[in-house]
């Protein structure tokens, strides 16, 4: 992981963006970026968007990614730390004994 970070920040030093790339700017290209994603499978369904749009999925998801790790790199977050956490607090929020084979949302697990 760290190598791939050093990879994206090395890319982006060469070109001397990161006085573009403050956190609230980040933040923000992950969100359209994600749009992006999201507008391939507009008016198509699921198996259909992937046929059609699966190079370009890629791209986005890689885009995604790209502006998420140079976040978290920024903001000195340990990326690995930080999913393994959320993990462990997913764990005990949907519980797998009560949630397996269920798409509730948690709050409703009791209903």
């Known amino acids: 992981m760290d190598e791939l970070i050093?990879?994206?920040i090395e890319f982006?030093?060469?070109r001397n963006w990161k006085p573009f790339h403050n956190p609230k700017d980040l933040a923000l290209s992950i969100t359209l970026e994600a749009s992006e994603l999201l507008e391939l499978f507009q008016w198509k369904s699921g198996?259909?968007?992937i046929d059609q749009h699966y190079a370009d999925m890629?791209?986005?998801i890689a885009d995604i990614l790209?502006?998420?790790l140079t976040l978290?790199?920024?903001l000195d977050i340990d990326v690995k730390?930080?999913?393994l956490e959320k993990m462990r607090k997913n764990a005990i929020k949907y519980p797998a004994?009560?949630?397996r084979d269920h798409s509730n949302q948690y709050t409703s697990l009791d209903e």
């Open 6 to 8: 050093d990879s994206i």
């Open 12 to 14: 982006r030093d060469e």
């Open 47 to 49: 198996q259909e968007a």
């Open 58 to 60: 890629q791209d986005e």
């Open 66 to 68: 790209i502006y998420t």
């Open 72 to 74: 978290a790199h920024d």
């Open 81 to 83: 730390a930080a999913i």
């Open 97 to 99: 004994d009560r949630t």
